[in-house]
Each structure stands twice: as C-alpha cells, then as structure tokens.
C-alpha cells in the first residue's frame, strides 16, 4: 500500500444474511491505474463495486478513498460519492430529460454549479463520448451504446478522481459493445482511475493494469492481464478462463 493510492480496502467483510459476500478483502487501487475485476456470476463483484462507494455497508473492515476512511452519512459522503462516478450495467438514464439536461443535472443539483459553465463541460463531455449531435433528444431515442456513452458523460460532469463500472457492456447487443469500450479505454488511456467489472476479456489484456479474479467473496488472485491470462495460478480461475475463452 502507497502513498499513491487512491482506494484503498483494508479486511473489508460483508455479509447478506448467513452469506459472507465480501471475505476479509484487500485491495488497493494506485492514482491512475485500471484494474479490472473478473469472477463467476454471484462471486460479489457488484458488492464490491458498491460498497466502494458505500451504496452497500460493510460489516467490518475500512474503506480509504483518497486519504480519508468513507464516513458513513451525511454530507462528507455525498461530496465523496461524487468523487467517484458509477455506470452500471443498466445506464439509469433520466427518460423524461434530454441527454444534456441527464449530463447537467448532478453538477447543478448536487453540486449547486453554475448552469453554464455546467453546460459548456457537458457539451464538450458529449462531443468526447461522440454524442455532441444528440444532446437535445431523449435516451429513448438513443441506442443502447449511445445511451451508455452518455451515462459515462454523466458520471465524467462530476468531475470523479475515480469511475467504477459494473458491467458496463452486459446489456448491450454485440454490435454497440466495441464503442463504449472504445471510450473506456481512451478514459484509461487519459490516466482516469477505474475499477472495471467486466467479461470482456479483450478490455482487460489491453486496458488493465492488473486484473483481479473473484470468487465466493474473495479475491483469489491478482495479476497483470499478461500474467493471468497466460499462467492462471488457482484451479478457479483457471475453470472460469476455461469456460469463457
Ligand atoms: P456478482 O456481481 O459477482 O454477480 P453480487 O455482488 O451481485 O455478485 O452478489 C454476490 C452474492 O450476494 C450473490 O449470491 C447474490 O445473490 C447475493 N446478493 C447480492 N445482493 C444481495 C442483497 N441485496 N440481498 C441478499 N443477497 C444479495
Ligand atoms: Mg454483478
């Protein structure tokens, strides 16, 4: 553990009910890095996710986000939250606003900012996600791609240190996959730090810094993609490599 890193997840345990989701993790993300986490369906990659960001209480153990141990309420939270920007799997879009007003409205509301100095960076985040054109429709009138493209634009118009994606590209159709990996890896490239639960192996040999396997809870192992991919240490991820490669 660094000086540099910017999350950092100390023996963290959480239960749901008798089911021990989150078994004694450590983790810690340096500035900058992109790490990738992989694992079979139900082995607590979301839960992790969330819990990063407090969506979900831990049990025990100590979450860092940049220096500071996640205080569990109040306004200190919230300022901290939008220091980390989510996409989810479903992109949660605001159906009744336009894409522009979906961009603007954390920054304006939670943030209080000045609607057009907001709107400036919105515009000038959609153009970066390719969606400039688009900006006064309404998600329905959008692909799926497109609109995950804009859920990213929203998470970036908080300005994050850090951006946590949960499968990110899951409910896509195949042919929408490619580009919002295309604006992942650009955010990668650019030194965003970003903790990315994904299937997409191809994203994490060519964007991960390190990939980390989970399954039942734990952390089995870690590794850089070259590593991994090619000399899997535990029998689980080399199951699971297995079956998806
Ligand atoms: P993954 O994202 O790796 O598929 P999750 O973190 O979503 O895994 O879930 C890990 C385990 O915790 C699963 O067995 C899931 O059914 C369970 N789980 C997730 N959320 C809840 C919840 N709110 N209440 C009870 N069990 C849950
Ligand atoms: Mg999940």
Known sequence: MT????????????????????????????????????????????????????LEPIDSGRIIFDGQALPAEGRELARLRSEVGMVFQSFNLFAHKTILENVMLGPV???????????????????????????????????????QRVA????????PKALLFDEPTSALDPEMVGEVLEVMTSLAREGMTMVVVTHEMGFARHAADRVVFMADGQLVE???????????RSDRAKDFLSKIL
């Open 222 to 232: 870690q590794a850089t993609p070259d590593e991994f991919f090619a000399n899997p």
């Open 3 to 54: 000086d540099e890193a910017l999350i950092v997840l100390e023996n963290v345990n959480k239960w749901f009910g008798p089911l021990h989701v989150l078994q004694d993790v450590d983790l810690s993300v340096a500035r900058g890095e992109v790490v990738v986490v992989i694992g079979p369906s139900g082995s607590g990659k979301s839960t992790l996710c969330r819990a990063i960001n407090r």
């Open 152 to 159: 990213i634009a929203r998470a970036l118009a908080m300005q």
């Open 109 to 147: 509301k939670v943030r209080k900012e000045k609607k057009a100095v907001v709107q400036d960076r919105a515009m000038s985040l959609l153009e970066r996600v390719g969606i400039a054109n688009q900006a006064e429709k309404y998600p329905a009138q959008l692909s799926g791609g497109q609109q």
